[in-house]
């Protein structure tokens, strides 16, 4: 038997070793490439490294920082529509019996499984006609109909998995629809909160077409940014952005596993 | 607290069909009845979780307030016991400091003394059920509503909850709409007992009144009342006509009533003053219990339940046996 959990042990280990590497080894040739300008096969490391790449990211033509703070702030007001948004739906959803449940749910999900293409055509209407806004807000409210699908999916389950008798529970014990949320639904569902919104941030720092479509190109986010490059075959320049978008994606799931750690301190 | 002509529907059926009852202050209402009979949807539409379509439920003084415990603990999974406990007073705003206090005494009250700090996987069933008790309790109820509390429990943790709660409930006073399934628990608290069959309640009184004088066959079918048959069939087995005596459509008489005699005594038996009536069959089970024995026998279709004391008394499976039947101790009741 303890032979039998020794092995199991030791072949998680080994896939989980094996996931690792397939992680990440990509990183490494990218972080090579970041450095080189040129890198032909069959040579096993570049001939000449140089950091022009990184130089011309952060230079005033690069806009490594302004992308990126661009992108974060479209990642946050995305990430607060989520909330706003997805969390009431999401209940009434999981726990409400009404007519017409299931066509709400389908809209709600559907940039899920309707080719990208339509929802475009869609947004590049909306953008038309939300040209007062913001470019800030209208790119939001483009990352907000790519994510709330992905937000909602999350935490759905979690909903319906807490039911209403706890919240009944909470009724009979004086507290209103507001404490019943703070006090009860919100800290049970603050794990999978956590893992919708670091979803819908990493989603919203990621898209390209709705961010181009819904500011019509003037609002400069990292894969904006990226697209020409990438299209242009600079691979030196493609993997020094790309590292440096790898950046914010990293900073997001380590302040996720802390945020986990700080709330499950409790063991219940 | 008054409740006049309350009806409670979901989606199109009615479930609570005119519903009367008046609870007096300090009374314990045990509320009992089959499965599916509405008495959990009674309860959540007094306490106001499902909407009352019509009636009234009204307090002699004032606003009374209500308090319910259901028939899982439902505690919230990330507070602790004392959290538990003191969730009550924190939603109305009790500052920390006091709310812990008026808690921490709680748990006293409650035998929890010690638990505070763990969480409420971290306890058992029981200890779950004190701290659902004790979270509604805190509140000081008027109106304790319990819809089976217990009945998840075993046996000697359900006796002693009850117990406990019977006594802390008749030192505080409130009263309680108590909803249960278990015969034993109904009669040990219930100053008066109601019976509700398909949404309206079809007789209330106190406990030895149910039994005494029950209304209709259902009651005395949902009470599991035994030896119950209908005057027709008594009146082969006292070999007389009933009508003239006080009878009425139907009778049952207890187990503890019936006696097993000697087949050669029957003449003699007979000349007794009142009806007797005799049954042969054959003895199908013996079932133990903590008052003795219940003996099962097959007379025709019939099934006669005959209590006894004494093993050296009962006979063997498959014995032939009389059964003598005292007229005078068979309660009549309507259809």
Known sequence: MVRKILLLRKTNNFFMILLSLFLFLPFIPLAIWSFTKQWPWPLLMPEKMSGESWHYLFSDSGMAISGLNNSVIVAVLTLIGNLILGIPATKVLAQYEFKGKKIVFIILLSPLF???????????????????????????????????????????????????????????????AWKIFWLIEFPLLRPSILLGSLLVMIISLSQYLPTWIMSGGTLLTLPVIIFPYASSGSSSLVSAYSLWFFLPVLLLLMIYLLLIKFTARRKY | MHLKQIHIHYQEANIITGFELHIQ??????????????????????????????????????????????????LFPHLTVLENIAFALRVKGVPRKERTEQASQFLKIMQLDGLEDRYPHQISGGQQQRVSLGRTLIQKPDLLLLDEPFASLDTPLRLELIDWLYHFQRENRFSIIWVTHFLDE??????????????????????????????????????????????????????????????????????????????????????????????????????????????????????????????????????EVTIKIPFERIIWYHQ
């Open chain 2, 25 to 74: 202050p300090g009374e314990i209402f045990v509320l009992m009845g089959p499965s599916g009979s509405g008495k959990t949807t009674l309860l959540k539409g007094i306490a106001g979780l499902v909407p009352i379509a019509s009636g009234e439920l009204c307090w002699e003084n004032g606003i009374g307030t209500v308090g319910m415990v259901f028939q899982e603990p439902r």
């Open chain 2, 186 to 319: 109904a009669f040990s608290v219930a100053d008066r007992i109601g019976i509700m069959i398909a949404g309206s309640l079809q007789q209330t009184g106190r406990p030895a009144e149910l039994y005494q004088k029950p209304f209709s066959e259902k009651i005395a079918a949902f009470l599991s009342l035994p030896n119950r048959f209908t005057r027709e069939q008594w009146q082969k087995y006292f070999q007389c006509d009933l009508t003239s005596l006080p009878t009425k459509e139907r009778g049952w008489i207890p187990a503890n009533s019936l006696k097993f005699i000697d087949k050669r005594l029957i003449l003699e038996t007979r000349k007794e003053e009142n009806p007797i009536g005799f049954i042969s069959g054959i003895v199908t089970k013996i079932i133990p219990g903590n008052g003795g024995f219940s003996v099962i026998v097959k007379s025709g279709d019939c099934l006669l339940e005959i209590n006894s004391m004494e093993w050296n008394t009962i006979p063997g499976l498959n014995k």
């Open chain 1, 114 to 176: 309707i080719p990208y293409t339509v929802s475009i055509m869609g947004m590049h209407d909306l953008a038309l006609r939300l040209e007062f806004l913001n470019p800030y807000i209208s790119v939001a409210l483009g990352h907000l109909i790519v994510t709330l699908p992905y937000f909602i999916a999350t935490i759905w389950f979690q909903f319906r998995l807490m039911g209403q008798k706890i919240q009944e529970a909470a009724s009979m014990l004086g507290a209103n």
